[in-house]
């Protein structure tokens, strides 16, 4: 069980899924290990042991960064099992690189939103209740 995002780069910035015309395109966010690299600036640590999947790990949680095979890269996703520290650090990459940040709960994009924490907070209050809470 995670809070799932996706990460991709469109032709102008959008706040919420559904402002995204039928004809939009995804831009390639760069070379695989372009975007590898990006990720662990900002995710120092993250282990890229299998390259279609790194992890990060801290002692506020973890993300999977679904990368898939495609290289050029053109979208990936993340598994967020973590506390919304995490947020700033997912925004930072999307600003660095010009990509949004897709909230697969909301439908808004996190780096666009007035509460990029409100679907998260969500996420972790029903992850407690599921597993007994802390």
């Not at 469109?10 to 939009?24: C, G, M, R, V």
């Not at 495609?70 to 995490?86: I, M, Q, Y």
């Not at 697969?104 to 409100?118: K, M, T, V």
Request: charged share 25%; aromatic share 10%; proline share 5%.
């Amino acid at each position: 069980m995670s809070w799932d995002l996706s990460i991709q780069r469109f032709t102008k910035p959008y706040a919420d899924a559904s402002e995204i015309p039928q004809d939009e395109r995804c831009l390639p966010l760069g070379s695989r290990e372009g975007v590898q690299r990006a990720i662990s600036e900002v995710f120092v640590g993250t282990d890229w042991t299998e390259p279609t999947w790194g992890i990060y790990g801290s002692v506020d949680g973890s993300i999977e960064f679904n990368m898939g095979e495609s290289d050029p890269n053109e979208g990936f996703a993340l598994h967020v099992r973590a506390s919304t520290k995490v947020l700033p650090m997912i925004i930072e990459l999307c600003h660095r690189h010009d990509w949004q940040a897709l909230d697969w709960s909301s439908g808004e994009f996190l780096e666009q939103s007035e509460n990029p924490g409100a679907s998260l907070e969500a996420w972790l209050k029903y992850r407690d209740q599921i597993v007994g809470g802390k």
